[in-house]
């Protein structure tokens, strides 16, 4: 079993960043992803990385945000730069249990409860 947790959400302008991190306890050092879920819209993937760091990002976040991870700290991070009010969402953190990434929701089993992210204009 695995338990994460998300945390670093918040208010930002238009222009800003946040760092959002991802602790993993249980089971861990599995594959992560990052999802997020915009209000009245469906929960779309973001970023997921594998055990050993390689990366994947949809096309929104290519070149603002970066993913990555800490295996000491079991920790996961989504560095979001240049952020737009458009990136307004709860963002949730996701492990699977399979070898490599994904970026389907069903390919994850364990599942944060998200931290809420507010760009402003």
């Known amino acids: 079993q695995v338990q994460l947790a998300e945390s670093g959400g918040g208010l930002v302008q238009a222009g800003g960043s946040l760092r959002l991190s991802c602790a993993a306890s249980?089971?861990?050092?599995?594959?992560m992803g990052w999802f997020r879920q915009a209000p009245g819209k469906e929960r779309e993937f973001v970023a997921a990385?594998?055990?050993?760091?390689?990366?994947t990002y949809v096309a929104f976040a290519k070149g603002r945000f970066t993913i990555s991870r800490d295996n000491a700290l079991n920790t996961v991070y989504l560095q979001m730069n240049s952020l737009k009010p458009e990136d307004t969402a709860v963002y949730y953190c996701?492990?699977?249990?399979?070898?490599?990434?994904?970026?389907?929701?069903?390919?994850?089993?364990?599942w944060g409860q998200g931290t809420q992210v507010t760009v402003s204009s």
């Open positions: 990385i594998n055990r050993s760091g390689g990366t």
């Open positions: 996701a492990a699977r249990g399979g070898f490599g990434y994904a970026t389907s929701e069903a390919a994850y089993n364990y």
């Open positions: 249980g089971r861990t050092k599995y594959p």
